[in-house]
């Protein structure tokens, strides 16, 4: 259910429960002794009514509860835009309101109290929207549990006993039902029914003498609890990898079963450096240790409910045996799918699955599960749909046959995301610092960087538009060039409202808006946030987060320049307006380094053309064999001082100083020659700067340049220069060689911009 409904428990998730307790579930289930009712697959809704106000309520979050419910008009408006989605949920909404007010104020008040009190659980199904089990019929249905009085302040369940309330809504039902008989949804009270008897013991013996073998194996006995399990289980490995004193390692313990009111630096007061950061990776993985520990435990119960289950039929459901076989189908697909992605995270996740699941006939049921009380607590059996679930949902076949998730397509947190990290902001464009960030959060199961559009006044460099799929681009590149790969991207559409139909304005209003609407039960999020920011928003992120999800803040960490300067986008694009490429290879993180010139480019940064001409030299130099002389030196030290400076007058080693006047137009892959200066008739050509000891060297002709380095100016040579060498010639060819050279930086200087 997960919402204001919370988590619904599976046996093992209760840390409470005793072996003796799921050994007598277990005895009554194979019996036929254990009532409860269907578990549906729709969407949740708290409903409630207003006698005061004289309309309905509904609620999806603590939130709603706090604001006294959501109207039909502001339930609308949540859902406006979502096309079925949001047609179901109205829908549904309005025929209860008009049901309801076919009831007698007085019975209304003792279903209801005054002023929308209590508020009761119920699932919408309408095949419109289907998740994985398709349904024939749109219905309300109301659940047999977890109706509630609320406090309106706190958003909290209050002691209240509404049983009394609930059974007076049961008798009423029936008038409320026939006061919508033209409408197209029906409401419903979801029917008590006694899970069938198995045909034999065999289940059963065997499920026992698992859990018997598994409490066995650790030292403990049928009347200690799932909670001593897993701490037997897991303090052998907790004292083999931190050295804690006793009252420090049971705090750690509580910690691990998130106790309230545990702290880090309570575990970790008085231990030395190494043990607290042993503790840190500890809690870091705490979830991984958890569910390693009751791995076993979960197994049992799991192949237990599915022959609990096997074969039982949907109420809401025409054709059972039709709906199993499509759900073969698409689990099927979804596997096929899976298996030539090639990706490895769902692969991994797809055997886990499929190790629970076994073979695809084990699909024998249309319902999701099955929901019962004992001791005080409610719980379900869901069999094969919880692997059959995530089977489908890592590629979300069952749910219209879309295609695989990409990386980028993020909108939506993937099933098997149980730890998620929120990164809102601007990042127009992203820089070392950003990537800094990430690395912060990059232990999570997934990130979600979350960015703007740009809108209709996007940042702008010079000319360039920086917006989202400008800084995607970026995104992606340095990212990867880090080795991260968990990650998707956000966009924040301009105008775009959120679930409650309010403007999303920012990044950071849409990362609310995902973690109110878009997490579940057993998730963990972590909202990346400034320091200054860490304080202010901690507070407010879990009161956003259903039942059932932690939420968590995460400050940036601050990143410097080596000067000391704190990075900010704000310079990192004055870099670029001033074509500072020096200035703005800084910015960029060490990993992508050689990426610099693709990155500046793509925000409109242009080299200077004395740098793509020095470039081209040392390319030049290379190509002659100068790697390692002292000529290759001699040649830099003077074209870097002729590039930036001059010379003013001429000296060693040219023996004149630069042109006044250069050509604006340009062969291919250079600035043109003077007109005056080449000699259509192959003349021998003057040249303006000659190294001492050349000044009579021919003059190679502008086709000829444009021919043998014209590509190689753009992409690198291909060939030697001045062709193949032979040994009888080689210091001729030298020769040649390095009057080549001279004439091209003689022509690439006189080629540019005065």
Known sequence: MGGVAGHMSHLYENPELTFKEIKDIFTKASNGELE???????????????????????????GNIKAGGLSPEELAKKFAGRGDLGRAFVESFQTFEKAVRSLDPKTQIAIFGPDANVYYNAEIQDPRTANVINYDTKTLNIHQVGHAEFDKETGSVTDADVSKNAQVLDNALETMQSAIEDEDFKIQKNAIMTLRALDND????????????????????????????????????????????????ELLIKRLFKVKGVTFNQIVKGVDIEQKEKVREILKSEKTLMNSAIN??????????????????SAFVLNNPKEVIRLRQEVQKAIAAIENSNDEKAMEVLQKQMRKLKDIENISTAVEGFVFDYGGSSYKFTGNFAPMNQILGLFRYGRGGSGPLSEEE???????????????????????????????????????IIMGSGGDSPRMIGDTIVDYDTAKKIWNII?????????????????ELSYDGTK????????????????????????????????????????????????????????????????????????????????????????????????????GGKKKVSEIILDIVESLLDEAGYQTSKTKKDYLKNWHKMLSTGPEKAGPPYTKKRPKKVSKSAPAGFGALEEDDIDEKKKKKKVYMEPHGHQDAPATPEGD???????????????PLAGPRR????????????????????????????
Do not use: C, W
């Not at 800094?436 to 979600?448: G, R, Y």
């Not at 340049?705 to 060939?719: K, L, Q």
């Not at 040994?727 to 911009?753: G, P």
């Open 36 to 62: 409860g009712t269907e578990k549906t697959d729709g969407q949740n809704l708290f409903i409630s009514y207003s006698v005061q106000n004289g309309g309905a309520r509904a609620a999806r979050n603590k």
């Open 727 to 754: 040994r009888k010639k080689k210091k001729k060819n030298m020769s040649e060689n390095n009057e080549f050279i001279d004439n091209v930086l003689d022509y690439l200087l006189r080629a540019l911009e005065q």
């Open 410 to 448: 993020g909108r939506e947190i993937k099933d098997y995301d149980t730890t998620i990290a929120l990164v809102p902001g601007g990042f127009k464009p992203p820089h070392r610092g950003h990537l800094d960030m990430i690395k912060s959060v990059a232990d999570n199961d997934q990130i979600l």
């Open 202 to 249: 065999r289940a059963l013996k065997t499920a026992v003498a698992d859990l018997e073998n598994v409490i066995d194996n650790v030292g403990i006995s049928d009347n200690q609890t799932i909670a001593d399990y897993i701490i037997a289980r897991i303090e052998p490995f907790l004292e083999a990898e931190v050295k804690l004193p006793k009252d420090r390692m």
């Open 479 to 495: 990212l990867k060039d880090a080795g991260i790969n968990n990650y998707s991207f956000v966009k924040v559409e301009e105008g």
């Open 296 to 313: 076993p435990i979960e197994d049992i119960v799991h192949d237990f409910t599915v022959e609990m289950l096997r074969g039982l039929e």
């Open 705 to 719: 340049i444009e021919e043998t380095t014209g590509v190689g100016a753009v992409a690198g040579y291909s060939a």
């Open 504 to 603: 999303l304005a920012t990044p950071l209003s849409k990362a609310f808006d995902i973690l109110q609407h878009s997490s579940k039960p057993g998730q963990t999020f972590s909202m990346l946030t400034s320091q200054k920011d860490a304080g202010r928003f901690g507070q407010k992120l879990q009161a956003y987060a259903p039942e059932g999800v932690e939420v968590r803040t995460v400050e940036a960490p601050t990143s410097t320049l080596k000067s000391g300067e704190e990075i900010s986008a704000r310079f990192m694009r004055s870099s670029i307006e001033n074509n500072n490429f020096e200035e703005f290879v800084k910015y960029v993180p060490d990993s992508s380094k050689d990426r610099a010139e693709e990155i500046f480019a793509l925000l």
